[in-house]
C-alpha cells in the first residue's frame, strides 16, 4: 500500500515520528511522496533517501544533538556573548552544524541534491521572513530564478529547521537575473523555520487546492 507522509515540526521530539514510520513499515505501507516542515523535514528526508525506521532510530540514538549547538568562543562570554551573536547575527548558533550532519546522512544514500530522487518526492517547507510567505522547496526555487533540481538537499533541510532567534536565518541569494539593479541588502532571502507559517502541511498533497495555500 502507498500513503503519502506529511511530518510537523516539534523540535528534538519531532525526531520521535521514527516511531510512526516504523508503525506504517509494520502495517505494509510503503511512502509515495512525503513532506516535513522543521525536524519533520529531516525525517522525511531520510525517508525519500531510502532510510528504513531501524536505521533511523540507530543512527538518532548515536547523534549528540547538542553537537548541532556551535559557535565561535568569543559569542561564549557569560551573559553578553550569547547577547551579542543574536544581535549581530539573528540566531544563538549558526545551523552548520545540523546542516553538516544531514549531509552526511543523504550521501550515504547516495543523495546530494534534488536531481538524486524521484521527482516530487520529497517537499521541504520553511518561511520566506523577507516576504512573509511560505516556501515550498525545491518547488518556489524556479519562481526566485534557481534551478530547483541543482538545489543541495541539505540546505532546504536547513532552511526548515531555522528556529528564529535560536539558529541564524539562511540567506539565500537571488540570482543576478532577478536581483540586477537591487540594493545588495535586497538581492537576499531570509529563510527560517517552517514551522513560523505551517508546521502540518496537511494541504500540500491536496489535489483538491488548485495552486493555493492553506496555513
Known sequence: MQINGVFQGGGVKGISLAGAVRAAEKYGAEFHQVAGTSS?????AMIAAGYRAEEMKELIIATSF????????????????????????KGLYSGEALEHWVRQLLQQKGVRTFADLPKGKLKVIASDITSGKILVLPDDLAKLGIRPESFE????????????YFFDP???RLPSSISKRK?????????????????????????????????
Open 170 to 172: 539562511v540567506l539565500l
Open 40 to 44: 519533520g523535514s529531516i525525517i522525511a
Open 153 to 164: 538537499v541539505a540546505r532546504a533541510i536547513r532552511m526548515s529547521c531555522s528556529i528564529p
Open 66 to 89: 547538542a553537537s548541532f549547538l556551535k559557535r565561535s568562543p568569543i559569542f561564549n562570554l557569560a551573559l553578553i556573548g550569547p547577547a551579542i551573536r543574536v544581535m549581530l547575527k
Open 183 to 215: 540594493r545588495f541588502s535586497d538581492q537576499f532571502l531570509h529563510i527560517v523555520d517552517g514551522g513560523l507559517l505551517s508546521n502540518l502541511p496537511l494541504w500540500i498533497f491536496d489535489r483538491s487546492v488548485s495552486g493555493s495555500r492553506k496555513k
